[in-house]
């Protein structure tokens, strides 16, 4: 076969083996495409299909196949990134900052304590840490991963569970975001590269200047335009970011952190994302699960995945609990927002596909952490639809105890109803 016939070959498995599991399923609650589509790239990768068929594997996804598909996977990933940036709502957060900072801290930092004990559980043997990663890094880094929440599958799931632009969705919204923001603070400060300190303080130093210099050339674009212009900032900044040794992430992250998301058409947005998870997110997809790898043995990861889930999930639903006492929260809502914050996928196989990057973690810490993210991302939607269906048969019985006494518009809409 030729290279474009296996490069096509490789989109048609891409693109079509993933739909027909899906469609097979029935039931987005069962599996989201997303999930289904990391899934399909974990069986291809060395781990399933290359164990299988190494021969096979090897002609298909040969080098020059993954450099193309690579290359396809890094503009990918960098436009959701930006996307997710732009996504990010401060004044909100602020407006709010009493319950918004304590119900994102502790969402952030509880998951975050019990995934870095994990970690170091993990660390204690052999094999589970990077070539060039030191200890405190890789546990910063697995506890920040069972930690994160990804912001922009977060967005379409509480889309399709109608509460995205109810108030109890807009205020899970600004806790992600939130977490967002120490996320990529966290990586920037695993990644400093201290042979390159003085260009990350560079680029520390000269961002904020040039963010001012893009901020007022932006308003004074065309609307047409701004995308268009975005296009070009964002690879500015990538390359600047990763030039100085903080990856292309950070810099795609900060570029879209910068820009207010009014600038722009706001359903122009939310289409390039569908757009991005429908024609070429899925190949970053790929991408990710042809790095899994199963050399510790398939036993040992799979515990490894088990206690870091634990980690993930119980250390987010008891932050938020914590969280929802300390603010007063209605009963019910701390379970909701606790399994709504548990959608991991994306940004956390960003987070970590940087850190396998960097050598800082194994192949074998960055499968186990990848199942993990697949099966707490698995959970969130079936969960929080039960949550929210208890939140509302609750707001039922009281209203047929007492029409009227304390009945609001605004308390049922925080209940998503």
């Given at each position: 076969m030729?290279?474009?016939?296996?490069?096509?070959?490789?989109?048609?498995?891409?693109?079509g083996l993933p739909?027909?599991i899906?469609?097979m399923l029935?039931d987005?609650?069962?599996?989201p495409?997303v999930?289904?589509?990391i899934?399909?790239g974990?069986?291809l990768?060395?781990g399933?299909?290359?164990a299988?068929a190494?021969a096979?594997?090897?002609?298909?996804?040969?080098?020059?196949?993954?450099?193309?598909?690579?290359?396809i996977?890094l503009?990918a990933?960098m436009l959701?990134?930006?996307l997710?940036?732009?996504?990010?709502?401060?004044?909100a957060a602020?407006?709010?900052r009493r319950?918004?900072?304590?119900?994102?801290?502790?969402a952030l930092?509880?998951?975050?304590?019990?995934?870095?004990?994990?970690?170091?559980?993990?660390l204690?043997?052999?094999?589970?840490?990077?070539?060039?990663g030191?200890?405190?890094?890789?546990?910063?880094?697995?506890?920040m991963?069972?930690a994160?929440?990804a912001?922009?599958?977060l967005?379409l799931?509480?889309?399709?569970?109608a509460?995205?632009r109810a108030?109890?969705?807009?205020?899970?919204?600004?806790y992600?975001?939130?977490d967002?923001?120490?996320?990529?603070?966290?990586?920037?400060?695993?990644l400093l590269?201290w042979?390159?300190?003085e260009?990350q303080l560079?680029f520390l130093?000269?961002?904020p200047?040039v963010?001012?210099a893009?901020?007022a050339?932006?308003?004074?674009?065309?609307?047409?335009?701004?995308?268009?212009?975005?296009?070009?900032?964002l690879?500015?900044?990538?390359?600047?970011?990763?030039?100085?040794?903080?990856h292309f992430?950070v810099?795609?992250?900060?570029a879209?952190?910068?820009?207010?998301?009014?600038?722009?058409?706001?359903d122009?947005?939310d289409r390039?994302?569908?757009m991005?998870l429908?024609?070429?997110?899925?190949?970053?997809f790929?991408?990710?699960?042809?790095?899994t790898?199963?050399?510790?043995?398939?036993?040992e990861?799979?515990?490894?995945?088990?206690?870091?889930?634990a980690?993930?999930v119980?250390?987010?639903?008891?932050g938020?609990?914590i969280a929802?006492?300390?603010?007063?929260?209605?009963?019910?809502?701390?379970?909701?927002?606790g399994?709504?914050?548990?959608?991991?996928?994306l940004?956390?196989?960003?987070?970590v596909?940087?850190?396998?990057?960097?050598?800082?973690?194994?192949g074998?810490t960055?499968?186990?952490?990848l199942?993990?993210?697949?099966?707490?991302?698995?959970?969130?939607?079936?969960m929080?639809r039960?949550?929210l269906?208890?939140?509302e048969?609750?707001?039922?019985?009281?209203d047929q105890a007492s029409?009227?006494?304390?009945?609001t518009?605004q308390?049922?809409?925080?209940?998503?109803?």
């Amino acid at each position: 076969m030729t290279d474009n016939e296996i490069f096509l070959l490789i989109l048609l498995l891409i693109m079509g083996l993933p739909w027909i599991i899906w469609r097979m399923l029935g039931d987005d609650d069962r599996a989201p495409l997303v999930v289904v589509q990391i899934f399909v790239g974990v069986l291809l990768g060395p781990g399933v299909l290359g164990a299988a068929a190494p021969a096979l594997h090897a002609q298909i996804f040969n080098p020059g196949a993954i450099a193309a598909l690579n290359g396809i996977a890094l503009w990918a990933v960098m436009l959701f990134v930006w996307l997710a940036g732009i996504e990010l709502n401060l004044g909100a957060a602020w407006a709010a900052r009493r319950d918004s900072w304590t119900a994102a801290g502790l969402a952030l930092l509880t998951p975050l304590a019990l995934g870095g004990l994990a970690g170091w559980l993990i660390l204690m043997r052999p094999g589970w840490i990077g070539a060039q990663g030191q200890p405190w890094q890789a546990v910063l880094g697995i506890g920040m991963a069972c930690a994160v929440t990804a912001l922009p599958i977060l967005v379409l799931l509480m889309d399709r569970l109608a509460i995205l632009r109810a108030p109890l969705g807009q205020r899970v919204l600004r806790y992600a975001s939130l977490d967002d923001i120490a996320i990529w603070a966290v990586l920037a400060l695993i990644l400093l590269d201290w042979p390159r300190m003085e260009r990350q303080l560079g680029f520390l130093l000269c961002f904020p200047f040039v963010a001012w210099a893009m901020r007022a050339l932006m308003q004074r674009m065309a609307p047409a335009e701004r995308l268009r212009l975005s296009m070009v900032w964002l690879a500015l900044a990538g390359l600047a970011a990763d030039w100085a040794g903080l990856h292309f992430m950070v810099g795609a992250f900060l570029a879209g952190v910068v820009l207010d998301r009014g600038w722009f058409d706001g359903d122009a947005l939310d289409r390039l994302r569908d757009m991005l998870l429908l024609t070429v997110m899925p190949v970053f997809f790929l991408s990710t699960g042809l790095r899994t790898v199963w050399a510790m043995g398939g036993v040992e990861l799979v515990a490894a995945a088990l206690l870091l889930l634990a980690a993930a999930v119980g250390g987010k639903l008891l932050g938020v609990r914590i969280a929802g006492r300390l603010l007063g929260w209605r009963r019910g809502e701390a379970s909701v927002i606790g399994w709504l914050l548990q959608t991991k996928a994306l940004i956390m196989i960003i987070f970590v596909n940087i850190l396998l990057d960097r050598q800082v973690i194994s192949g074998a810490t960055f499968t186990a952490l990848l199942l993990m993210a697949l099966a707490s991302t698995m959970l969130t939607t079936p969960m929080a639809r039960r949550g929210l269906r208890r939140l509302e048969a609750d707001a039922g019985v009281s209203d047929q105890a007492s029409p009227d006494a304390g009945r609001t518009p605004q308390r049922d809409q925080d209940a998503g109803l």
